[in-house]
């Protein structure tokens, strides 16, 4: 027995050896400074895992190139200059260095980073060595942007990993400190969580050859999203995520919630007050929600619903209902601004009904934070809106008895627990205004009930979408100098915050610019860059008229509410997905006036992929529909509008390459928690669950 016990403890200390290394620091390795740290955590590598979870994308065979005239465009080489000068106009954020070969001039571009470190110790006419993309002809003139400097051809890899990259750093010292985090990794003996039997079953290696294997490979079909290293990876992390989802699932079977006693005074109060009728869709999953309010069992639901379709109607009946049932709710936004957005619209709505409605976010501190918390405490505040400050420590309710999460997929699972957490038992509502394919709802809402919110108010019409190509820009000019006669507003989205070379046209600063010379003050600028004071400054100009034309990236995307604004303007479309053109969309088309859409495409961009999208964007208005031709067209990472690929929330998965991983990962799962009670396998999945951030759901093995 003694000889057991202490083998147990040592598996368990081992296990937990492991999980803190991958955990650690990315800042604690060996020649890893305060610069290198930065660009790491603009990768998200700012942990031994997610290093290791940061894939390259090809294998680089490099060569020099001695001819200019044969340079190949957009393509990787190595080329032996000689140094000349540095051009770094304080006002301007190009800053240049400019070389020589055989009497033809180069030109380094570097855009918002400059390393200096590079060339402080060069000469003028020094000899260096460079590696980048060409991105001009050399009848234009030769110019790369962001080279490595070398100091001779011996430093060059000629074979070499490609990996993403941001500013201050380059693949070789990705793939250096990668290789230096695996060899640590080796020491510790990963145990296998997937049986042999399972790894048989698909030719699976050990999760560890997997990743020495992808990091090292022999060849570019070891790092695609189909091989066979990526796969056994990617059902690791689906592995994970179906294991959490039940856990939370047979935890809420177990704990009993609270039933809440209202009449639905308060709701029809509301409604009378607002004049308004609620759809078929808004009625069947309010009877839904308040069904599950009044049961015993705890109420963990998404509405799920189309832009438009009274979501945030439906949330604000069943806030009533918690408060009718002497109790506490809060309503949780991804952003300030759409926070200050339900605010607003809650507190205006319930003027005259004595409940008081605070609003708590990151900006608010001091003492008026201090008298939101004890008022919250004492239970004198009965619905509380915010961001991500709500779910913090020191925010504590008197009796909280339900939660709505908007736009859920822009919170992780660890957030939603913990805003959870902050009740007994506490009923949650998650709203998503992003229609999901039921291929996804198992990886993202497996542990809900789902009520869909179907059909949308009525008078409503569909927007109109149109096609133009960019080169006739001034029709779409013509056309919002009518609509702001008409007192109408505009969005014009942009896919980029700033531009570069090749990108001028599409940065949302240079098409500020631009439309300013036309419409002067009219014009406003939104981007996430901008400071938050700023952001609602412009946002309110914009809703209460100061401001006709909004231009903006993606970050007005969703919720943002403007009755007035009835055209969009979308430039480059084949860079977004199709459910985030539906997002963006959304943002027009919430009054009874006509609204329209335009998307602004260079026919040097499309691709098959692009026309098919512009075409199902023009055919149709149906979000559940466009989210399934997103789904086919580019696998799942767009559905929610966050990425280019991947599932939401996911590092490795890729449904365009895993989908046949899924089901087989949630009845794998099941198993498992079927036979949790072995020491020796709740040890393997506590390390599974601690590597892809699922620590908290592990604790919930016990409760169960």
Known sequence: MWSQNCKTILAVRRMREIYKYLNSSTKTLPGIGEKLYEALERLNCSTAFSLLTHFPTRISFRSICNDLSKLPLKSEVILELKFLEIF????????????????????????NYFPYYLFNNKKY?????????VRTSPSNGIQIAHPTVYNSLDDIEKKALIYPLTYAINSSVIHKFVNIVLKNVSTFLIPEWLGEDKRHSYGFGSFLESLQSIHNPKSNNDILP?????????????????????IVRKNRTYNQGNSSDF?????????????????????????EIEADQRSSNRMVRLLQGDVGSGKTLVALCAILNAIEGIGQAALMAPTDILANQHFNWISESLEGFGIKVALLTGKIGGKKRQLILGDLRNGEIQILIGTHAIFQDSVEFQNLRLVI?????????????????????TDVVVMSATPIPRTLSMTMYGDMDVSILSGKPKGRMPVITYSLQESKVDKVLSFIR????????????CPLIEGDIENDNIAVENRFVFLKKFFGEKVGLMHGKLPSDEKDKTMNDFAFGEVSILVSTTVVEVGVDVPDATLLIIESPDRFGLAQLHQLRGRVGRSMKQSECIMLYSPDNLTHSSVSKIKIMKDSNDGFYIAEQDLKLRGGGSVLGSKQSGLPGFKIADLEFHSDLLSDANKYANEILMSIGSEDTQNKIELLLNIFGYKENFKLISAG
């Not at 301007?92 to 033809?104: E, S, T, W």
């Open 88 to 111: 770094a106009p304080k006002k301007n954020k190009v800053k240049k260095v400019v070389c020589d070969k055989n009497g033809v001039p180069v030109e380094l571009l570097y855009f």
């Open 125 to 133: 006419g020094d000899d260096i060595v460079v590696l980048g993309n």
């Open 226 to 246: 189909n091989s066979i290293f990526r796969r056994r990876l990617a059902f690791d992390e689906l592995l994970a995520s179906q294991i959490a989802i039940s």
């Open 263 to 287: 009449s639905g005074k308060l709701k029809k109060e509301l409604l009378n007050k607002l004049q308004f009728t609620l759809t078929e869709g808004q009625v069947s999953s309010l009877e």
């Open 405 to 425: 999460i908007d736009e859920q997929h822009r919170f992780g699972v660890q957030q939603r627990m913990a805003l959870m957490n902050k009740g007994k038992n």
């Open 482 to 493: 009518k609509k702001i006669s008409l007192g109408e507003k505009i969005y014009w989205v």
